[in-house]
């Protein structure tokens, strides 16, 4: 018996040892340089490459943008990266930047100047500007990007106010741009000014859908950067037609996203500060179609918690009070939903508020007249809006 299962722990043993042989086409991290990061702006040829061109080193291409890559230096021993000075030992993160007409050529090139093969299977963000999505429609842009196999399609996108390279580089030592980018959505629950986060799943899902949409725009100054308000897209172009600024999205957010976090700042009659923190909120758009007339009524309701209030020593006990500050709230939150539906519906005449869905939903065979020329048809609809805001607790405070 000892035997046999001596001899069936040999077999076993012998079994592992074959299954558990390294991947014969693995390539080390060492040997590849990986990016995290991708910026696209309108073509800026850069101090090196002007340099190479007068020396012949061209091709034949178009200047019509300019790729930057944000690459993670592979750490070879303890505080170094590989191959580098003693300057450059400090730095967490390199930027390459290479400008042409093919971005699948642009990246080809990189291998003419780097020793190390570019591979995306990490990439976090990719950043374009507002200039460039202006010039040329998205679907233009990142066609390369969305038939790469390199990259994963969980990468977050985002359009930059200025040149998206600004958004690629900090002051901030050990900080690697791309990757605190792609952790500032996880700050949602925070605030109702960061959109839900759009991968490039969802972006090319949304550009095959027709319909209008918003990505997550990103301002930069001093080589910091923050999440300011979103870029609209026109979905029959694809292209960027103007932004919703901070004030707008949180009044978007109300009856398009679930309003999780956040805050609502108004100021009492005396013009002391108060301050509402939403813990919970509902809302749903209502279609309502009458012969040929198509109409939408807004319900928002919230739950939440007076955190400040610069009026009163003290927490109040009246109801009243309660009461009027809640009707304070409501006309804040009404001010919010109705500058976001002017600017959708007469500015920018666009749906980046999700009504054609609900539309769509509810009424198929109206959505199915309606849905070629569905942006310009939004821009007259009526839409009405109700918010009920109500006041649970004050905090931490007790009466």
């Not at 993670?72 to 300057?87: H, I």
Request: proline residues 4%.
């Amino acid at each position: 018996m000892k035997r046999y299962l001596l001899f069936v722990l040999r077999i076993a043993v012998a079994v592992s040892l074959v299954l558990n042989t390294g991947c014969w086409s693995s390539n080390e991290i060492e040997d590849l340089s990986v990016y995290v990061g991708l910026a696209l702006d309108v073509a800026q040829e850069s101090k090196f490459e002007q340099g190479i061109e007068k020396q012949g080193a061209s091709y034949p291409k178009h200047n019509m943008l300019t790729a930057t890559v944000q690459i993670v230096p592979p750490v070879t021993g303890k505080g170094q990266k590989q191959g580098g000075t003693s300057s450059e030992q400090a730095t967490t993160y390199i930027n390459e930047k290479l400008t042409g007409d093919s971005l699948i050529q642009i990246f080809r090139q990189f291998a003419l100047r780097r020793d190390r093969p570019l591979i995306g299977h990490h990439l976090k963000v990719i950043v374009v500007s507002s200039e460039l999505a202006k010039r040329y429609s998205l679907e233009q842009i990142f066609d390369f990007v969305l038939r790469d196999n390199d990259i994963r399609p969980s990468c977050l996108v985002l359009v930059s106010h200025r040149n998206a390279f600004e958004s690629l580089s900090t002051s901030e030592p050990g900080e690697i741009p791309a990757i605190y980018l792609a952790g500032l959505v996880k700050n949602r629950y925070r605030s109702n000014k960061i959109i839900p986060p759009v991968s490039l799943i969802k972006l090319d899902s949304r550009m095959q859908s027709g319909s209008s949409f918003l990505l997550q725009n990103v301002i930069t100054s001093e080589n910091e950067h923050k999440f300011s308000g979103a870029g609209i897209f026109k979905g029959s172009t694809k292209k960027w037609i103007g932004e919703l600024n901070e004030f707008d999205l949180e009044g978007l957010s109300w009856f398009s996203f679930d309003v999780i976090g956040g805050a609502v700042k108004t100021y009492a009659h005396e013009g002391y500060t108060i301050t509402y923190e939403p813990k919970r909120s509902n809302s749903k758009i209502i279609p309502k179609v009458q012969g040929d007339d198509i109409s939408f009524h807004i319900k928002v309701s919230s739950e939440g918690s007076l955190m400040e209030d610069w009026s009163f020593p003290e927490i109040p006990s009246s109801e009243e009070y309660m009461r009027e500050l809640e009707k304070l709230f409501e006309k804040q939150v009404n001010k919010q939903i109705q500058q976001v539906l002017y600017k959708m519906q007469h500015v920018y005449r666009v749906d980046v508020g999700g009504f054609n869905e609900q539309l769509r939903i509810k009424y198929p065979k109206v959505w199915n007249r309606v849905k070629e020329d569905w942006d310009e048809t939004f821009s007259s609809i009526p839409i009405t809006y109700e918010v009920d805001m109500n006041i649970t607790d004050f905090g931490s405070s007790n009466d």
